[in-house]
């Protein structure tokens, strides 16, 4: 059974850092590629930012880039989200996706709160 694990969410404030990590388990980053996405209070989910599973090509959504960057450690099968100049507009819940053969996997999420 595919799972996707985050970790690395919490309060921070504006300005700050976070690492996001997401490790996969009978799931190959390094075949399919993976995607973050995250969910505002109120909000729909949206498309954060992805990974092709070369680890070479990677988008970001317009509001994060330059600040945000993504990349794979193909030894640890794990993908990391790091996240620059936090602003309180990146309050959510950030998970972890990734689409193969056999379906979409998602994970179970984790907070990320940027506040004073």
């Known amino acids: 059974q595919v799972q996707l694990v985050e970790s690395g969410g919490g309060l921070v404030q504006p300005g700050g850092s976070l690492t996001l990590s997401c490790i996969a388990s009978?799931?190959?980053?390094?075949?399919?590629?993976m995607s973050w996405y995250r969910q505002a209070p109120g909000k729909e989910r949206i498309l954060v930012a992805n990974?092709?599973?070369?680890?070479?090509?990677?988008n970001f959504v317009e509001t994060v880039k330059g600040r945000f960057s993504l990349r794979l450690d193909f030894i640890r099968n794990t993908a990391y989200l790091q996240m620059n100049s936090l602003r309180p507009e990146d309050t959510a819940v950030y998970y972890c996706s990734a689409r193969g053969p056999t379906g979409t996997y998602w994970g179970h999420g984790t907070q990320v709160t940027v506040s004073s």
């Open positions: 009978r799931f190959a980053f390094s075949r399919h590629g």
């Open positions: 990974i092709t599973g070369t680890g070479m090509t990677t």
